[in-house]
């Protein structure tokens, strides 16, 4: 057996160590070590991998990771895992839709496959980049560990410069995805939680000097005529240099001796919005590194309790949806997310909440092209260990992840730290660093997150609203807060003095088969519970803006009763994304009447 082998080193540690996990458990694959990806030419990772599911985390004990290729006949002890052939899994994917033995699976996998190479030159770097996998994914290559990544929907790198060979490599991602008490989210989610590498896998060949990041962006001093590009290189260079060639802008960046560099130019661009999503295309070099990304300039601020787009009040009309689907879990592709910001603009929305940890990169690349607005956000949802500081680096992590791979899109406005979290003395600590790090990071756009009613009261009461822009509110009258009137008393005993957005509200709606015809979890009265909502909401002069729970029905383990059977319904469009809902009509009509509301207002406002 491999705890006998040479690579185990002493059986007894192999078998009965609990702390196995701690040497490959650095959390060294983060934020810091993303490059910049816009523009470079990326080997596609995609395809069959070998697989094997890891219950017991045997392959950590055994050390799978150090087994060289062997034909089965040489070799001196039985191995209970081969890494180089067997089962294989397509990647991506989530591995519960791929057999029905795995569905709630929750623990380690194994994923591995060769990894050709051309001849190794020094003048080149080489990067993998996971676009996400659920949550924790150590890496190894030629059996040598190069780190772990926490979190379940960032991108990460780890450089394989150094451990590469001309030939044959193997590579090997241990992922594991059970919920525990300290990460980010906790253990009790409302969601389903899905496993595996379920975003692209790409290899990206670099020159020895990198370009790590390109922001570019309106400065928002009201003025619209200043851009401001901050660029940040790794390599023995002193300056980058920046085109823009539709605003006649090139000229060179100073680096300082940590590759960094900020210039403003005086420009005056065509803004962006959802009604002329004007983008322009950017070109940064350093050394001989090249990367390019197409931009929309334009600003979005808080005005008492109003949200402002270039200057103009405006209202969003909004949806929150999942990453979900019926056939592919949590995977997604450039058709899914098409038909999702089709579906919205039927809806007449322009404002998607994108819930409730990162989506996929393409989403807010989309969103700029087709004129959508995006509210984006981390996972931390309900109760997160605020005490804990390794949660909190978690969490950090993941926020700063966000915000480098998605601040260059003009779409995203809101950056949302946190969702129905207690309203505490450490939770408050939490959330205050998590928005100071947004703001830090990104002056250029607002912060929010989903906060509490205070049901005793009936009033909106919580003390992270005075540190964020925008204040979400969750609330569900008509569903699992039965008096309707409490709403009515919330709008008239709060005064919040920010624009409040109405991040989640809706009601189930079964329309199967055996679904009820009258009563809770039918088609009609979900729909009596838009029009009740509409109805109260659409006098409440703070409200700016709804995004209602939700465009597609779900699937979570949580929800088991006769009507969800393991799926939230409080879609406005079945699990099937086409069958519509009559309260899809219903807030449908209500974004129609706020849109011509807008544009009237606009036209008398510019005569």
């Known amino acids: 057996m491999l705890e006998r082998s040479d690579l185990a080193e002493n059986a007894l540690q192999a078998l009965h160590d609990e702390a196995y996990d701690t040497p490959f458990n650095t959390q060294t694959l983060n934020h810091e070590g993303m490059i910049f990806i816009g523009g470079r030419k990326a080997r596609s990772l995609a395809g069959e991998w070998n697989f094997c599911v890891d219950l017991l985390d045997t392959g950590l004990r055994q050390k799978w990771f150090a087994l060289e290729e062997m ?8 191995w209970d895992y081969d890494p180089h052939e067997g089962e294989t899994v397509p990647v991506p994917a989530c591995w519960q839709m791929l057999k029905d033995r795995w569905y709630f699976f929750e623990g380690s996998v194994w994923y591995s496959r060769c990894l050709d190479m051309d001849a190794i030159t020094r003048d080149k770097r080489q990067f993998l980049r996971i676009g996400a996998a659920q949550y924790d994914c150590k890496i190894f290559l030629n059996g040598a560990f190069l780190g772990n990544h926490y979190g379940g929907s960032t991108p990460f790198f780890c450089e394989l410069s150094e451990h590469l060979k001309a030939g044959r490599n193997w590579l090997m991602l241990m992922v594991n995805n059970t919920r525990t008490l300290d990460r980010v989210p906790m253990r009790n989610t409302d969601w389903f939680n899905y496993g595996g590498i379920y975003r692209e896998v790409a290899l990206y060949q670099t020159p020895r000097v990198v370009i790590k990041d390109l922001f570019a962006y309106l400065v928002p001093d009201n003025g619209y005529n200043k851009i401001a590009v901050e660029v940040s290189v790794d390599g023995d260079v002193r300056e980058a240099r920046v085109d823009i060639s539709q605003l006649g802008i090139s000229d060179t960046i100073t680096l300082d001796e940590d590759g960094r560099g900020r210039i403003i130019f005086d420009a005056r661009p065509d803004l962006w919005s959802p009604e002329t999503p004007n983008l322009y295309d950017i070109k940064l070099s350093a050394g001989s590194d090249h990367v390019s990304d197409r931009v929309g300039f334009r600003q979005i601020s808080r005005i008492d309790d109003e949200i ?29 997310l098409r038909r999702r910001f089709a579906d919205a603009k039927e809806l007449n929305c322009n404002f998607l909440r994108l819930a409730h940890y990162p989506h996929h990169e393409q989403a807010a690349q989309l969103a700029d092209e087709m004129g959508f607005l995006l509210w984006e956000e981390i996972p931390v949802y309900w109760a997160i260990d605020f005490d804990n500081q390794a949660t909190y680096r978690d969490a950090r992590n993941q926020l700063l992840e966000l915000i480098k791979r998605d601040r260059n899109r003009a779409s995203v406005i809101i950056w949302s730290v946190g969702n129905e979290n207690p309203d505490t003395d450490v939770r408050l600590r939490f959330m205050q660093r998590l928005v100071a790090t947004a703001k830090s990071t990104d002056p250029t756009r607002l912060t929010s997150a989903a906060c509490l009613v205070n049901h005793a009261k009936n009033r909106i009461e919580d003390r992270l609203a005075e540190h964020i822009d925008v204040i979400g509110i969750n609330e569900y009258y008509g569903w699992y807060e039965e008096n309707f009137d409490d709403l009515v008393a919330i709008g008239e005993n709060s005064s919040p003095g920010k624009p409040v957005v109405i991040s989640e509200t809706g009601a189930d709606g079964d329309i199967s088969e055996t679904g009820p015809r009258t009563g809770l979890f039918s088609e009609a009265y979900m729909s009596e519970v838009y029009e009740k909502q509409i109805a109260t909401l659409r006098h409440l002069s ?38 519509r809902k009559k309260a899809f009509y219903v807030l449908a009509d209500f974004y129609a009447q706020k849109r011509q509301a807008q544009r009237e207002g606009e036209k008398n406002h510019d005569h």
């Open 542 to 579: 703070y409200v700016k803006g709804i995004s209602p729970w939700i465009l597609y029905d779900f699937r979570v383990e949580r929800r088991q009763n006769i009507f969800q059977r393991g799926f939230n319904k409080k879609g406005l469009i079945a699990a099937d994304k086409i069958t």
């Open 308 to 336: 402002h787009l270039n200057g103009n009040a405006v209202f969003l009309r909004g949806i929150s949806v999942h990453e979900d689907d019926v056939t592919h879990g949590k995977m997604t592709d450039e058709a899914d």
């Open 71 to 78: 034909a089965a006949t040489e070799r001196t002890e039985p």
